[in-house]
Structures are given as C-alpha cells and as structure tokens.
C-alpha cells in the first residue's frame, strides 16, 4: 500500500519561501507511470492543482503560480519537494501531495497525503 | 481558479439517489477522461471514478459516473450518512497542461 507524508514548516512569514517535502513509502518514487504533485486547497475553498513532476526530473506547473514554484526528487530518498517564493497570504492552505497515475489515456490521483496546512503570517 | 462548474450542494435523504453535473469545456472535460473524489471533512480527497465512469477497486457501486459532451455527472445510489462529503470533479486541462477541478458540491443526507 503506497503511503505518503508531507512535511515541513506550518508557518512562513510573507515574502518568504514555502518548502515542503512529500516522503512515499509502501512505493518507489521511481518508475512506473507515475507523477508526483502538489495540490493545495485553501480554507473551505477548492482544490487548486500546483505541478507534477517526473521521477526523471522533467515538470509542469500551473501557469498561475509557475513564476513562483520549483519542485525536485529524489529518488533515493523516495521524496519530491516543493518551494514556493514569495508568499503571501493567499497562499495559506492545505498543502497536498499526491501520486498521479497516467495510463496515457487517462490519468488520475490514486493515492493522496493526509495534507499539512501552512499559514502564511508575520 | 475552478474551470469546472458544480452546484454547490446538493441534499436528499437517505436511500435516495443525488446526481451531481460538472460543466466544463472543450478543452477538458469534451476532451479528456472526468474523475470524481469524495472528501470527507478533515481527510485527503479520495478517487471515486476514473476515466468518466470506471469504480477503483474497493469503491461501491451505488457511485456512477457518465460523461456527454462537455458535462458529466456522478450519481449516488442508496444515499447513506456515510456518504455526507465535498465532492469534486476534475479532468485534464489541455490548455493548462495539467489537471483542473471543480467547484465542489456538498452532499448533504437529511
């Protein structure tokens, strides 16, 4: 059964950078046809998708927040992170890592952290 | 930033069936496959249908997806308390070049 686990700071001041890093057990984070992304979803809102990323390293963000956000892996440590510069407020949400399974003719998120919410406040 | 449009609750009681749309566009849902999650408050979203209308194995099949054009819709058979969440469709965007969600729709059983 494939696990994953966010981890990092649940309070970043504005104007600062948002890391976070997803930790996948029960699983590889290489191989297979397989993404990895970000997902957040702020307070009683919506679920805003952010980027995925290849276990070769290969990405796509959203156009959105693209200026904004990096994301690696690495596979030997079965984890892939994200930064976000520059936050604000608006950027205070639930932050979501999830594994995005693409058959080529379809593609969905099977497994999914518990998700970890980071405030962005001085 | 939703593409995709849902009502945003719905509420009928129990062993009732509530169908939920989700309206979107060429260049996601009348071009790409729709899923649906469930959220239960509190938890990670979890994937009810795949591919317009395919169950993952362990989901029930009071759930149901269909897709025409650029809609689809999910429905809930049997409606139980359990099934009290968020719901939420999503598809690729070809324009985004990734995933776009919808607005969500609160299932409410009475």
């Known amino acids: 059964q494939v696990q994953l686990q966010e981890s990092g700071p649940g309070l970043v001041k504005p104007s600062q950078t948002l890391s976070l890093t997803c930790t996948v057990s029960g699983g590889s984070s290489s191989g297979g046809n397989y993404y990895w992304s970000w997902i957040r979803q702020p307070a009683g809102k919506g679920l805003e998708w952010i980027g995925r990323?290849?276990?070769?390293?290969?990405?796509n963000y959203n156009p959105s927040l693209k200026s904004r956000v990096t994301m690696s892996v690495d596979t030997s440590r079965n984890q892939f992170s994200l930064r976000l510069t520059s936050v604000t407020a608006a950027d205070t949400a639930v932050y979501f890592c999830?594994?995005?399974?693409?058959?080529?003719?379809?593609?969905?998120?099977?497994?999914w952290g518990q998700g970890t919410l980071v405030t962005v406040s001085s | 930033q939703s593409v995709l449009t849902q009502p945003p609750s719905v509420s009928e009681a129990p062993r009732q069936r509530v169908t939920i749309s989700c309206s979107g566009s060429?260049?996601?849902?009348?071009?790409?496959?729709v899923n649906w999650y469930q959220q239960l408050p509190g938890k990670a979203p979890k994937v009810l249908i795949y591919?317009?209308?395919l169950l993952p194995s362990g989901v029930s099949d009071r759930f149901s997806g269909s897709k025409s054009g650029n809609s689809a819709s999910l429905a809930i058979s049997g409606l139980q308390s359990e099934d009290e969440a968020d719901y939420y469709c999503a598809a690729w965007d070809d324009t985004l070049n990734g995933p776009v969600f919808g607005t969500g729709t609160k299932v409410t059983v009475l």
């Open positions: 999830a594994r995005l399974k693409n058959s080529g003719i379809y593609s969905y998120f099977d497994y």
């Open positions: 591919y317009d209308a």
């Open positions: 990323i290849y276990n070769g390293g290969s990405t």
């Open positions: 060429s260049s996601n849902i009348g071009n790409n496959a």
